[in-house]
T-cell receptor, first 116, second 109 residues
């Protein structure tokens, strides 16, 4: 098992463009969460999806949206990109919707988005 | 408001010395607390969680509700402990993790 996989690994976009980031969870995991990590800061929660339904949303503008597919993979979309959207975007998957004792969130390597 | 504060961005200690990475939190309720670690060129991974009360790689962390702290400790640092450490919390029954800004720990030989 390769763990949580994210694509692409790096991406350069121009201001105003739209971007789609992809995440494949660990096999059997039904929960996917997205985080944004700006340089020098800790990850900041964007969305959580569980069984294809949105379970949580962080304090991000409506330009950010996500969805989860029947195979539990997920996409994060960001419209009208701003320079401030430049960051590492992390995806995490877990078996369940909440972090119980026997489950944990497993993170992908992330997608480095640069907006110029 | 949910907040995690790691007051030290950088921490450098010598091999064999004790290590303590500080974490303070703000949460109205009973949170679950975690320490995540990111070694060089590796992905973020869970180190330990307070509910498990485990010692992982010699590290322990005790939840102090009175001081709202969850400091990470190790009595004798090893060079392989050099990494970025993040303290995080979540509300009970929620997957959302709130992270601190992280502490970069460097163990000098």
């Amino acid at each position: 098992d390769a763990g949580v996989t994210q694509s692409p690994t790096h991406l350069i976009k121009t201001r105003g463009q739209q971007v789609t980031l992809r995440c494949s969870p660990i096999s059997g995991h039904k929960s996917v969460s997205w985080y944004q990590q700006v340089l020098g800061q800790g990850p900041q929660f964007i969305f959580q999806y569980y069984e294809k339904e949105e379970r949580g949303r962080g304090n991000f503008p409506d330009r950010f949206s996500a969805r989860q597919f029947p195979n539990y993979s997920s996409e994060l979309n960001v419209n009208a990109l701003l320079l401030g959207d430049s960051a590492l975007y992390l995806c995490a998957s877990s078996l369940e919707a909440a972090p119980r004792v026997n489950t944990e969130a497993f993170f992908g390597q992330g997608t480095r988005l640069t907006v110029v | 408001a949910q907040r995690v504060t790691q007051p030290e961005k950088l921490l450098s200690v010598f091999k064999g010395a004790p290590v303590e990475l500080k974490c303070n939190y703000s949460y109205s309720g009973s949170p679950e607390l975690f320490w995540y670690v990111q070694y060089s060129r590796q992905r973020l991974q869970l180190l330990l969680r307070h509910i498990s009360r485990e010692s992982i790689k010699g590290f322990t962390a005790d939840l102090n509700k009175g001081e709202t702290s969850f400091h990470l400790k190790k009595p004798f640092a090893q060079e392989e402990d050099s990494a970025m450490y993040y303290c995080a919390l979540s509300g009970r029954g929620a997957q959302k993790l709130v992270f601190g800004q992280g502490t970069r720990l460097t163990i000098n030989p």
